[in-house]
């Protein structure tokens, strides 16, 4: 049981929205530790989407969006592609381990 | 830009220790945290630990009796060492650079699979 808890899986239609939740605890987000998020395509390396709880890197498209209240964090994906289909992680810093945590990943199918 | 890169055995027998260098690019390893995250085949992400240059270390405490970060500064690489592996540790393991105020991983390597099996 990750310390950090993510659906298993959404879905939506091109197009659509979707949003993908990230429950932490009082040892993480309610500290004050910033939530991040990741995009992994099928066989490839974890790429930061969101960091800092709402802050896109160079080349991350805005219809990425993310926000965090208390102990929760909130990815948003509108104008859903085909090619947004991956699993997606969000992370954080932990004091339970004096390091980081991963949610457990969400899959998002594109229907 | 920073490229990371990953190197290995792919195969270790169980109770022997998993050894992985990660090369880096672009940067100087002197700066920054350094870090190895790992993912079981099918399953989620892992974080194992951080390395910054001057010898400070964190450590997963479900790996921490087990897991030794090291770094080469005159090869600009650091490197992995997980002692008396097991099937369970089976799993892609990447090489990453932490964000520079933040706790988040910028730089990912491309993965190196190690398989545990006799």
């Known amino acids: 049981q990750s310390l950090l808890t993510q659906p298993p899986s959404v879905s939506g239609a091109p197009g659509q929205k979707v949003t993908i939740s990230c429950t932490g605890s009082?040892?993480?987000?309610?500290?004050?530790?910033?939530a991040h998020w990741y995009q992994q395509l099928p066989g490839q390396a974890p790429k930061l989407l969101i960091y800092a709880n709402t802050n896109r890197p160079s080349g991350v498209p805005d219809r990425f969006s993310a926000s965090k209240s208390g102990t929760s964090a909130s990815l948003v994906i509108t104008g859903l592609q085909a090619d947004d289909e991956a699993d997606y992680y969000c992370q954080s810093f932990d004091n339970s381990l004096t390091g980081s945590v991963f949610g457990g990943g969400t899959k998002l199918t594109v229907l | 830009q920073v490229q990371l890169r990953e190197s290995g055995p792919g195969l270790v027998k169980p109770s022997e220790t998993l050894s992985l260098t990660c090369a880096i690019s672009?940067?100087?390893?002197?700066?920054?945290?350094w870090s190895w995250v790992r993912q079981p085949p099918g399953r989620g992400l892992e974080w194992i630990g951080y390395f910054y240059f001057n010898g400070r270390t964190m450590y997963n405490p479900s790996l921490a009796s087990r897991v030794t970060l090291s770094v080469d500064t005159s090869k600009n690489h650091f490197s992995l060492s997980l002692k008396s592996v097991t099937a369970a540790d089976t799993a892609v393991y990447f090489c990453?650079?932490?964000?520079?105020?933040?706790?988040?991983?910028?730089?990912w390597g491309q993965g190196s699979l190690v398989t545990v099996s006799s």
């Open positions: 672009g940067e100087s390893i002197s700066t920054h945290y």
């Open positions: 990453a650079r932490r964000c520079d105020n933040g706790w988040c991983f910028v730089n």
């Open positions: 009082s040892s993480n987000f309610g500290t004050g530790y910033d």
